[in-house]
């Protein structure tokens, strides 16, 4: 039987130490990420028994696959059911002819990171949540519309490294407005008072100053940038510029030469 968990098992699945007590999702924006990234509920893989035990699902884009969410039961934890949905995921994308698989995982989610590691997997990169509150006097003078993947990926020095980052994410997040100065370029999506930089880039650390002012001096709202990696030109730009890391995380990865 295919079962696809909805937001509202996601929701009870993360519950805990790690994630909190609070909804990670609305219908509205599971349904958002879904779609963005690419994720197949139809590939879902489900544990029951009198209800829902655990979920994992995943996305593919040609060899490449990216195991986007699982969890399990706040009570059951510990007892193996996670390391037999990652199995099943990682059996099932490589049935598929994938050649690598990646995911991001909160640092301070030890026992899984443990886990992940039994599979192979390892650690390619360290990646920040930012995000920096409301600016009153921003001009906010932006225009949104909708761009194609093939104009992203002209407009960008090259590809983010982050799944939910890449062009064809950006070019599915809807409107969008887009700020752009010599060598740098970030891509803003709204969402009622807050905002998130879908993607953002630079080529160094004086086009990432450059990039982080003009945001500042034009975007009033709550700001979220996801996935930045540690060392990049805008994390060095950003620890200065009154943002603060909300999250830190590890971007884990197994190739086919790795296995």
């Known amino acids: 039987m295919t079962y696809r968990p909805t937001a509202a098992d996601f929701n009870a699945l993360f519950r805990g130490s790690v994630y909190g007590n609070y909804d990670i999702f609305t219908a509205r924006s599971y349904a ?32 490449r696959a990216w195991l986007s ?11 193996g ?4 949905l990652f199995g099943a995921a990682v059996d099932a994308v490589r049935a598929s002819g994938v050649r690598s698989i ?10 899984a990171i443990a886990m992940y590691r039994s599979f192979g997997f390892r650690a390619v990169d360290e990646l ?29 020095h090259e590809p983010a490294s982050c799944w939910q980052r890449e062009p064809i994410a950006v070019a599915r997040a809807g409107a969008h407005a887009v700020i752009r100065v010599d060598g740098g370029y970030a891509f803003i999506r709204l969402r009622g008072e807050s905002g998130m930089l879908v993607d953002a880039g630079a080529r160094d650390v004086t086009a990432a100053l450059a990039l982080v002012a003009e945001i500042e001096r034009r975007i009033g709202c709550d700001l979220t940038l996801p996935n930045e990696p540690a060392t990049s030109p805008l994390s060095k730009a950003l620890a200065g510029s009154g943002w603060r890391i909300v999250e830190r995380q590890h971007r884990m990865m197994l190739r086919d030469d790795d296995a």
């Open 102 to 111: 990646e995911f991001e995982v909160v640092q301070r989610n030890a026992a």
């Open 81 to 84: 059911y996670g390391k037999r």
């Open 32 to 63: 958002d990420f879904v779609r963005r990234n690419d994720v197949d509920l139809d590939r879902a893989i489900s544990l029951f028994d009198d209800r829902l035990i655990g979920a994992i699902v995943f996305a593919q884009r040609g060899e």
């Open 128 to 156: 920040f949540v930012w995000s920096r509150p409301a600016k009153r006097n921003a001009t906010n003078d932006l225009r949104f519309g909708r761009r194609r993947e093939r104009r992203i990926l002209e407009m960008i």
């Open 69 to 79: 969410l699982m969890g399990v039961r706040p009570e059951l934890r510990g007892k």
